[in-house]
Nanobody, 127 residues
Framework: QVQVVESGGGLVQAGGSLRLSCAAS????????MGWFRQAPGKEREFVAA????????YYAEYAKERFIISRDNVKNTVYLQMNSLKPEDTAVYYC????????????????????WGQGTQVTVSS
């Protein structure tokens, strides 16, 4: 099995920053990529950012391109999401997900593409 654990959420004022962390572990782990998604109350889950575990490819939702940075630490097996200039509309539960290795095409923004998910971490941005 694979465990995915997020941390780093919290309450921040508009304009502030937060850094989320996500650690994945388990004997079955054979990751191809990791991604961040979020879900605000009453809304559908949406893609935030993703990163391939090898190489330098990163992917962002349009709204995240100028303010969020996804990165990874291969030694610590951890992915980070640095969120800057936060807005009240960024308030959501943020989920980390693992895409296992596959030869199939990778549609990074599609949550169905990810096999393992964390429990989520709450991010609240006050105005």
């Amino acid at each position: 099995q694979v465990q995915v654990v997020e941390s780093g959420g919290g309450l921040v004022q508009a304009g502030g920053s937060l850094r989320l962390s996500c650690a994945a572990s388990g004997r079955a782990l054979n990751r191809y990529a990791m991604g961040w998604f979020r879900q605000a109350p009453g809304k559908e889950r949406e893609f935030v950012a993703a990163i391939r575990w090898l190489g330098s490819s990163t992917y962002y939702a349009e709204y995240a391109k100028e303010r969020f940075i996804i990165s990874r630490d291969n030694v610590k097996n951890t992915v980070y999401l640095q969120m800057n200039s936060l807005k009240p509309e960024d308030t959501a539960v943020y989920y980390c997900a693992v895409r296992q290795y596959s030869r199939d095409a990778f549609y990074y923004a599609d949550g169905i593409q990810y096999q393992y998910w964390g429990q989520g971490t709450q991010v609240t941005v006050s105005s």
